[in-house]
């Protein structure tokens, strides 16, 4: 079950789109849908995206209200009578009592532009999106599939600039079917070569969505080089909306990861974070990057915050999480491996199992660490029985590695078989002599500072704002005018009494 | 498959799987055979080929692997391990399993780790099945080995270079060892003032003494016979430098912006 809600995952953070829904009174899904598909006219005639995105918003909403009928009934008014779209479609919504059409057989082809009065591509294709969902949500996957494949030859074939907002949700629910039928293997050829028209036909949305499909592609199947290759290879659109880029960037922290550029890997996944709708619309998609991002921050040598894991969405899930920290904090090595073993099917199911293994040296780490900040010496058998090491050789080597990493100031005295711990961080010694204090400043202030320019950028300014101000200017200064004038005129009658005193003496 | 291949491949595997077997022969059949697939279409299957036919160009890059690694040519694996990728990963539900697959995958890792390629080592593992990296002898050692470099268990590693789970495995032990020695080394020099040369050449591994003092002076020690230590060169403390470009740098950009602020 667990398995399925995390492959629910991307679904989820799709629905975060989902700004709060119009407040008007609810109306009929069918009304619903007929003023989306008006909207979507509209649309098309203004050339104006935003009405699009305003309907594909309501999507989430209006899945949970699909019937049968309903859309039996949109189909039908949005088709002329005997048109063939019409009846292949209607082949595709599932029989109910209602119905009194008698289904066609489901061969048919659509022949589209076979009638002048046929709906816009663009509304023929909402339509069939979301006879898509109504049809996933019936479980009736091979039909669904089906659907998809013929409703993305058919965007394939159209090539419209004002399709493409609605041809990226087709192409996603498309990948998502074949996740579902675990048959991501086969898809990968049909997603390429969209991917490929996208970018040649600089359509962001369908770009966005399909690179991000392609990566989940290659991650559920652990390509990861192939995946890499992808992202080195592709641009990611700029102008994509807020959750794809999550996406991306959740992909891109994962890629990373595994490859070792912890530092990279946490940049994007914090990103992610950020830029991911709230945690109660998107619990999935949360919970998921956090489990990752805590890993990676354990690669790194950090230990997560603890208010992480009191969050009420995270709590539950981050339980093996937190078991895990726990024993890299205090580097205690058997209830390390204890925790791994309890959890093992957990973590290989959210594959941060390979990524976990890794940390078996952090811990060592640590627990070396706190052995020298403890004891300012102690034997190396010592060392061996408190870490659980197999071998005071071993400690030895290991120890010698701690101190070569940085992470000890210490000495290894081999005649006497001690480690001697230097002391670290008192008086002209300590950090404060080094330049990192000048390194940390300047990086928060450039942060700050390129904050405070972004934010000015982003600024919006309402047209003709500035007009009452000018208005304002404009009295001001005719005030200010005045008032020189006052002054040069007050300055001429001085002038006139001071001349005018010897000129009336004359 | 045309019939002068199939004789081919016959010799090549007789030859190959022979106790004795004659290396140069071997690579001229290779040759011969990597022209005749290609040739036949084989080597990069397209479209629907035989399977029977993919089986047997899989094997003959498989021969064409360990040969390489007989014949000490490490880009030669590399390209006939990339080869073989195809058939491993796209053509997997066409083949049946090939019995030397996981070799060449451990071997491909345990290339990797000599190479001080971490990252690749870790991109490639994580494409393997997950029943694989802890049943599996061949993809195993390569593992273990990894996590032991990587904590410093290198006793443990010493230890494991005569369970090579194949021949072949063992050309990468001599070349691993000089990776570990390298790592050792730089480890001591930073963890001991000095060391007797008995046990430097303990904990470096070297049998005889003569290899320590070369292996010395290499990196720059001073060795005392007289008193028979090893006295490891402190690198002097770094001159702590006030980096004056840098900080009229950074405050002129403040100034700056501060001014843009205000």
Same mark, same amino acid.
């Given at each position: 079950m667990a398995a399925t809600k995390d492959k629910e995952t991307p679904e989820v953070a799709e629905t975060a789109k989902a700004t709060p829904p119009p407040p008007p009174p609810k109306p009929t899904p069918t009304a619903e849908i007929k003023a989306n598909l008006l909207l979507i006219e509209r649309a098309v005639s203004t050339l104006e995206p935003r009405f699009t995105q305003r309907v594909l918003r309501t999507l989430t909403s209006l899945r949970k209200k699909l019937t049968a009928q309903v859309l039996n009934q949109a189909v039908n008014e949005a088709y002329v009578r005997d048109s063939p779209a019409k009846k292949a479609l209607l082949a595709y919504i599932p029989t109910s009592a209602e119905m009194d059409i008698d289904p066609p057989s489901k061969t048919s082809t659509t022949s589209p532009n076979s009638t002048s009065s046929e709906p816009l591509p663009e509304s023929d294709v909402y339509l069939r999106l979301l006879i898509i969902l109504h049809l996933i949500d019936l479980d009736a996957h091979p039909k669904a599939t089906e659907l998809a494949h013929e409703t993305v030859d058919k965007i394939h074939a159209l090539n419209r600039r004002?399709?493409?907002?609605?041809?990226?949700?087709?192409?996603?629910?498309?990948?998502?079917?074949?996740?579902?039928?675990?048959?991501?293997g086969e898809i990968r050829p049909l997603l390429l070569a969209a991917q490929r028209t996208a970018s040649?036909?600089?359509?962001?949305?369908?770009?966005?969505?399909?690179?991000?499909?392609?990566?989940?592609?290659?991650?559920?199947?652990?390509?990861?080089?192939?995946?890499?290759?992808?992202?080195?290879?592709?641009?990611?659109?700029?102008?994509?909306?807020?959750?794809?880029?999550?996406?991306?960037?959740?992909?891109?922290?994962?890629?990373?990861?595994?490859?070792?550029?912890?530092?990279?890997?946490?940049?994007?996944?914090?990103?992610?974070?950020?830029?991911?709708?709230?945690?109660?619309?998107?619990?999935?998609?949360?919970?998921?990057?956090?489990?990752?991002?805590?890993?990676?921050?354990?690669?790194?040598?950090?230990?997560?915050?603890?208010?992480?894991?009191?969050?009420?969405?995270?709590?539950?899930?981050?339980?093996?999480?937190?078991?895990?920290?726990?024993?890299?904090?205090?580097?205690?090595?058997?209830?390390?491996?204890?925790?791994?073993?309890?959890?093992?099917?957990?973590?290989?199911?959210?594959?941060?199992?390979?990524?976990?293994?890794?940390?078996?040296?952090?811990?060592?780490?640590?627990?070396?660490?706190?052995?020298?900040?403890?004891?300012?010496?102690?034997?190396?058998?010592?060392?061996?029985?408190?870490?659980?090491?197999?071998s005071e050789e071993d400690a030895e080597y290991i120890v010698g590695k701690a101190i070569r990493d940085d992470v000890i100031d210490a000495r290894v005295d081999h005649a006497k078989g001690w480690m001697v711990s230097a002391r670290r961080g008192e008086g002209v010694d300590g950090v404060y002599a080094t330049a990192e204090p000048r390194e940390n400043f300047q990086k928060r202030i450039g942060f700050c500072l390129d904050l405070h320019n972004q934010s000015v950028k982003a600024m919006r300014y309402p047209l003709n704002a500035h007009r009452k101000e000018l208005a304002s200017v404009e009295a001001a200064r005719e005030r200010e005018k005045e008032l020189a004038k006052e002054i040069v005129e007050g300055d001429l009658e001085d002038d006139d009494d001071d001349t005018g005193g010897p000129m009336a003496d004359f | 498959?045309?019939?002068?291949?199939?004789?081919?491949?016959?010799?090549?595997?007789?030859?190959? +799987?022979?106790?004795?077997?004659?290396?140069?022969?071997?690579?001229?059949?290779?040759?011969?055979?990597?022209?005749?697939?290609?040739?036949?279409?084989?080597?990069?299957?397209?479209?629907?080929?035989?399977?029977?036919?993919?089986?047997?160009?899989?094997?003959?890059?498989?021969?064409?692997?360990?040969? +390489?690694?007989?014949?000490?040519?490490?880009? +030669?694996?590399?390209?006939?391990? +990339?080869?073989?990728?195809?058939?491993?990963v796209d053509f997997n539900d066409v083949l049946p399993p090939s019995p030397r697959q996981y070799p060449l995958q451990g071997l491909n890792l345990i290339r990797l780790l000599t190479q001080n390629r971490i990252a690749d080592f870790h991109t490639t593992l994580e494409a393997l099945p997950e029943e694989a990296l802890h049943d599996n002898a061949f993809i195993k050692h390569p593992v273990n080995l990894e996590r032991w470099l990587m904590e410093g268990s290198y006793s443990k590693v010493w230890g494991a270079r005569e369970e090579a789970p194949a021949e072949e495995y063992k050309f990468f032990v001599d070349s691993l060892m000089g990776t570990i020695r390298n790592e050792i080394a730089s480890c001591g020099e930073a963890a001991y003032e000095s060391l007797p040369v008995h046990d430097a050449a303990a904990l470096l591994f070297f049998q005889s003494q003569n290899d320590l003092i070369t292996f010395a002076t290499q990196r720059g020690w001073q060795v005392d016979l007289v008193s028979q230590t090893i006295v490891f060169t402190r690198k002097g403390e770094e001159k702590a430098e006030i980096p004056t470009k840098e900080m009229i740098a950074a405050s002129l950009g403040y100034a700056k912006e501060l001014e843009q602020i205000v």
């Amino acid at each position: 079950m667990a398995a399925t809600k995390d492959k629910e995952t991307p679904e989820v953070a799709e629905t975060a789109k989902a700004t709060p829904p119009p407040p008007p009174p609810k109306p009929t899904p069918t009304a619903e849908i007929k003023a989306n598909l008006l909207l979507i006219e509209r649309a098309v005639s203004t050339l104006e995206p935003r009405f699009t995105q305003r309907v594909l918003r309501t999507l989430t909403s209006l899945r949970k209200k699909l019937t049968a009928q309903v859309l039996n009934q949109a189909v039908n008014e949005a088709y002329v009578r005997d048109s063939p779209a019409k009846k292949a479609l209607l082949a595709y919504i599932p029989t109910s009592a209602e119905m009194d059409i008698d289904p066609p057989s489901k061969t048919s082809t659509t022949s589209p532009n076979s009638t002048s009065s046929e709906p816009l591509p663009e509304s023929d294709v909402y339509l069939r999106l979301l006879i898509i969902l109504h049809l996933i949500d019936l479980d009736a996957h091979p039909k669904a599939t089906e659907l998809a494949h013929e409703t993305v030859d058919k965007i394939h074939a159209l090539n419209r600039r004002s399709l493409d907002s609605i041809a990226a949700k087709v192409y996603f629910y498309l990948g998502r079917l074949y996740e579902i039928a675990d048959k991501v293997g086969e898809i990968r050829p049909l997603l390429l070569a969209a991917q490929r028209t996208a970018s040649l036909r600089r359509d962001d949305d369908c770009q966005a969505t399909l690179i991000n499909l392609l990566l989940s592609n290659y991650l559920s199947a652990n390509l990861y080089s192939q995946a890499d290759k992808l992202v080195s290879k592709t641009t990611f659109p700029t102008s994509a909306g807020n959750t794809q880029l999550a996406r991306y960037l959740y992909y891109l922290g994962r890629i990373r990861a595994v490859q070792l550029s912890y530092t990279e890997a946490h940049t994007h996944l914090q990103q992610a974070i950020r830029r991911a709708s709230p945690a109660r619309t998107a619990p999935g998609f949360w919970q998921t990057v956090h489990k990752l991002f805590i890993i990676v921050e354990l690669l790194m040598g950090d230990i997560p915050e603890r208010g992480l894991f009191r969050q009420p969405v995270l709590k539950k899930a981050l339980v093996p999480y937190l078991q895990i920290v726990r024993a890299v904090r205090t580097g205690d090595l058997s209830q390390f491996q204890s925790a791994l073993s309890v959890h093992a099917e957990q973590f290989t199911r959210d594959k941060t199992y390979t990524l976990i293994l890794r940390l078996r040296h952090n811990v060592i780490k640590t627990g070396v660490r706190a052995l020298s900040i403890a004891y300012a010496r102690i034997s190396l058998r010592d060392i061996c029985v408190k870490l659980h090491l197999d071998s005071e050789e071993d400690a030895e080597y290991i120890v010698g590695k701690a101190i070569r990493d940085d992470v000890i100031d210490a000495r290894v005295d081999h005649a006497k078989g001690w480690m001697v711990s230097a002391r670290r961080g008192e008086g002209v010694d300590g950090v404060y002599a080094t330049a990192e204090p000048r390194e940390n400043f300047q990086k928060r202030i450039g942060f700050c500072l390129d904050l405070h320019n972004q934010s000015v950028k982003a600024m919006r300014y309402p047209l003709n704002a500035h007009r009452k101000e000018l208005a304002s200017v404009e009295a001001a200064r005719e005030r200010e005018k005045e008032l020189a004038k006052e002054i040069v005129e007050g300055d001429l009658e001085d002038d006139d009494d001071d001349t005018g005193g010897p000129m009336a003496d004359f | 498959m045309p019939a002068d291949l199939r004789t081919l491949y016959s010799q090549l595997k007789k030859e190959f +799987s022979s106790p004795r077997c004659d290396l140069k022969l071997c690579g001229t059949l290779l040759s011969k055979l990597k022209l005749g697939l290609i040739e036949a279409g084989l080597l990069l299957p397209q479209e629907n080929p035989n399977p029977d036919d993919l089986a047997v160009t899989r094997e003959i890059l498989e021969i064409g692997a360990f040969w +390489s690694i007989r014949a000490k040519d490490v880009p +030669s694996f590399d390209r006939y391990f +990339s080869q073989l990728q195809t058939f491993y990963v796209d053509f997997n539900d066409v083949l049946p399993p090939s019995p030397r697959q996981y070799p060449l995958q451990g071997l491909n890792l345990i290339r990797l780790l000599t190479q001080n390629r971490i990252a690749d080592f870790h991109t490639t593992l994580e494409a393997l099945p997950e029943e694989a990296l802890h049943d599996n002898a061949f993809i195993k050692h390569p593992v273990n080995l990894e996590r032991w470099l990587m904590e410093g268990s290198y006793s443990k590693v010493w230890g494991a270079r005569e369970e090579a789970p194949a021949e072949e495995y063992k050309f990468f032990v001599d070349s691993l060892m000089g990776t570990i020695r390298n790592e050792i080394a730089s480890c001591g020099e930073a963890a001991y003032e000095s060391l007797p040369v008995h046990d430097a050449a303990a904990l470096l591994f070297f049998q005889s003494q003569n290899d320590l003092i070369t292996f010395a002076t290499q990196r720059g020690w001073q060795v005392d016979l007289v008193s028979q230590t090893i006295v490891f060169t402190r690198k002097g403390e770094e001159k702590a430098e006030i980096p004056t470009k840098e900080m009229i740098a950074a405050s002129l950009g403040y100034a700056k912006e501060l001014e843009q602020i205000v």
